[in-house]
């Protein structure tokens, strides 16, 4: 019986090489389809991100936000004022049930100095008209942290309360005046009829999370837990994979 000869197995060998690569070719192509889909809609917002104005509108989809662990507040405080509700919630302020303002921390103070409303957070100070018009935002504030803010008795300025010290505040020069043991007047609040709650708990934000912070967390698989970034680095494996064998197979064929 002949001999099999040198070039045919060698064809041999380079048919048996192309067969394996394309049956697991095909098996991480199945495997990473889902990822590199999932990589390339992600990739691709997050690079119009700015363009769509994503860095900046945040995110009011509530699976979303419990998924990072924010929940909408379960009750909220109204003062009335002018036959208006204004109502705190969390890190939201609002006129009845429009959204007028938003804070890194949860608004703690709301005041009507007539003929402003006046709200505060830990980090500012922010005036509006009655009508839910933002005037002027005070953000200089003498120490790191406010507690609450107030009225107090036969006077047009406003009390601010920090941990240790207290300062008031001309609402028109913003002129900031050390002072010691004023009262504040506690504002009258309001309970919040439900059907506003619910209309108010459906609007719940969260300032710094916006829809690129989310679309940048799935990209990096950071979205998904802990496991997540191995996910997408199994992805990435998966892609070379297939670059590498998709090359390799291309070759071998051109040199039968």
């Known amino acids: 019986m002949g001999s099999v ?56 989809v509530q699976w979303i936000l419990n998924s990072y662990g924010f929940n909408a507040p379960e009750t909220y405080q109204g003062l009335a004022v002018d036959e208006h509700l204004w109502v705190i919630g969390g890190t939201q302020l609002f006129r009845d049930d429009v959204s007028v303002a938003t804070c890194s921390s949860d608004w703690h103070s709301v005041s009507w100095l007539d003929p402003m409303v006046i709200a505060s957070c830990a980090s500012k100070v922010e005036l509006f ?56 007047i506690l504002p009258q609040w309001q309970s919040v009829p439900a059907p506003m709650t619910q209309s108010l708990q459906s609007q719940f934000r969260v300032q710094d999370l916006t829809w690129e912070r ?22 990435a494996i998966f892609m070379l994979t297939l670059a590498l064998s998709g090359v390799v197979m291309y070759v071998l064929r051109r040199t039968r």
């Open 5 to 60: 000869s040198s070039p045919t197995i060698g064809i041999m060998k380079r048919a048996t090489i192309i067969r394996t690569l394309w049956h697991w070719h095909r098996r991480i192509g199945l495997l990473a389809c889902a990822l590199i889909i999932v990589l390339s809609i992600t990739g691709i917002l997050a690079n119009h991100s700015s363009q769509l104005g994503w860095d900046r509108s945040p995110i009011s």
């Open 129 to 184: 008209s009655t009508d839910g018009d933002r005037i002027e935002i005070f953000s200089a504030l003498p120490e790191g942290r406010l507690i609450k803010s107030g009225r107090i008795k036969n006077d047009g300025r406003l009390l601010l309360q920090f941990t240790q010290n207290q300062y008031l505040l001309d609402v028109d020069s913003f002129e900031v005046t050390a002072v010691s043991g004023y009262e504040m």
């Open 214 to 235: 989310f679309i940048l967390d799935v990209h990096a698989g950071r979205w998904f837990g802990g496991w997540g970034w191995l996910l997408m680095d199994l992805g």
